[in-house]
């Protein structure tokens, strides 16, 4: 393998290559037969569940296994032949460098990756067969637009050579995008295994000749990415279009352009901003997404994909939002939230001036007039555009709103109401028992001031006395 021209590599920096190199290359050959074995096993069943529904993807699956079998035997005799040897440093860029066994035909690729990290990786030869696939029996509207989200999450696509070339580290992703694909030959590799810090993946590759009926080239991953989030987020999800619910499907699936699913909520990334999508959205965008997947959502699922199996759990979610409530105080609708912290949970009622809801100047002065102290806040808020701007509010916390309820009882059944709701939509055990403390405080303060008032407010509930 010809080495080209030795770069200069300082002395410090050499003993930091080589140091890394060893560490990562002694621990992935202690791992290694366990990662095949895994792998190995995953496809091995995932190939007999194909079998009868999809017998084309199960003899791409086959292919795979012959493959891994070669990426092993070949990484196995690298890893033994590499920690045996002498080593040469060179430098290939900037933050790159090959270590080359003496005497060798073959090295180990590191580069520096951000906040100090390394990536490590040894490149396999010849690792590769052509497969014909025959794919999923698709609408050519389905087949492209699930096909536009792999596009816009992890493949390449050059139309000039109408070239498709995907690269992914997970072993489902080669069967979940081939399985897109129809009535071509595909050329299926394992070109190198990846030396993680704390995991060892083997590298996959798809190349095959495909000719795209629409143009994706320049920044239109990030145009058409933003482009469904804004649709997403200033409309009504159940407004979505089937297929652009397809193709977001697939880009959720992808590693590149959205990040992982946090609590209740869909993390977007367009245009390098984090745009998120929260609570009853994310779930109806999760049910949407998961009803036009079709047949495709049926290998998804069969592969065990771990996204797809967090989409269906979360579509089957009651979301942690509840109906908003509300108090009315000197005409002025003041909406409950749940405050608090890792001890305990509090009640607050809050009203926000915008340009829509205007609040009387002495709104203060007339809410105390009728038994509510509220406090005057200003809260700043600074807009994508990079302006910054100021509202006014209005808060009350719990003892001020329990003040409240003594003058106006009925405020005790709001209270309740919206707090049994809350209790409802939550599944963590400690969450619960704090709602329920802040529930019998406002019970023993109605029992006190009003008992007869909370006994009726509670028949209504369905709650006991």
């Known amino acids: 393998m010809g080495r080209g021209i030795e770069l200069e590599v300082d002395e410090k920096t050499r003993e930091i290559v080589e140091r890394v190199a060893r560490e990562r290359v002694e ?3 202690s791992r290694l037969d366990e990662r095949y074995l895994e792998v190995y096993e995953y496809l091995a069943r995932v190939a007999r569940k194909l079998r009868e529904r999809w017998p084309w993807l199960s003899i791409l699956t086959i292919y795979m296994l012959i493959l891994l079998d070669k990426a092993y035997e070949q990484a196995k005799q690298r890893l033994n032949e590499f920690l045996s040897a002498e080593w040469h440093v060179f430098r290939s860029g900037k933050k790159t460098w090959r270590i080359y066994p003496k005497d060798k035909g073959f090295y ?3 580069g520096k ?3 100090g990290n390394f990536n490590v990786v040894l490149p ?5 067969t052509d497969v014909f696939i025959k794919g999923l029996k698709l609408t050519a509207r389905v087949r492209w637009y699930a096909l536009r989200g792999w596009l816009l999450s992890d493949i390449h696509y050059s139309r000039k050579r109408r070239l498709l070339d995907a690269g992914t580290d997970q072993s489902w992703q080669v069967i979940a995008i081939s399985a897109l694909l ?8 394992v070109r190198s295994l990846i030396l993680g810090k704390n995991s060892l993946n083997f590298a996959w590759r798809i190349l095959t000749n495909i000719l795209l009926p629409w143009e994706l080239k320049g920044k239109a991953k990030e145009i058409t990415t933003e482009k469904f989030v804004l649709r997403i987020k200033k409309k009504d999800v159940n407004k979505l279009k089937p297929s652009e619910a397809l193709t977001l499907l697939t880009l959720y699936l992808g590693d590149g352009a959205i990040p992982n699913f946090k609590v209740n909520m869909l993390h977007i990334l367009a245009n390098n901003r984090d745009l998120p999508i929260t609570g009853a959205k994310a779930i109806q965008l999760a049910q949407k997404m998961l009803e036009v997947s079709g047949e495709y959502g049926e290998l998804l699922k069969l592969l065990q994909v771990r996204k797809y199996q967090y989409l269906e759990i979360l ?6 939002n509840v109906v908003r409530m509300h108090i009315v105080v000197a005409g002025v609708k003041m909406h409950l939230i749940l405050v608090g912290g ?3 949970f509090g009640l607050e009622a809050r009203v926000l001036e915008t340009r829509k809801t205007k609040i009387p100047e002495n709104f203060a002065e007339l809410a105390e007039r009728e038994g509510l102290k509220v406090e005057e806040t200003t809260i700043r808020y600074k807009g994508w555009n990079g302006r910054v701007y100021e509202y006014r509010a209005w808060h009350a916390y719990t003892e001020e709103l329990l ?6 009882p009925q405020a005790y059944c709001v209270y309740l109401k919206y707090l049994y709701a809350k209790r409802e939509k939550y599944e963590n055990r400690c969450t619960i028992e704090k709602v329920q403390r802040l529930i019998d405080r406002i019970i023993r303060d109605a029992r006190k001031h009003a008992p007869k008032t909370l006994e009726a407010c509670l028949e209504e509930l369905g709650q006991e006395s």
């Open 342 to 344: 890792a001890s305990h």
């Open 124 to 128: 396999l030869d010849n690792v590769a």
């Open 403 to 408: 003040e409240f309820a003594h003058l106006r």
């Open 113 to 115: 990756a951000p906040k």
């Open 108 to 110: 180990v690729m590191i």
């Open 182 to 189: 129809n009535d071509v030959v595909a050329r299926i590799a």
């Open 27 to 29: 621990k992935a050959s």
């Open 315 to 320: 579509s089957n979610r009651k979301a942690n």
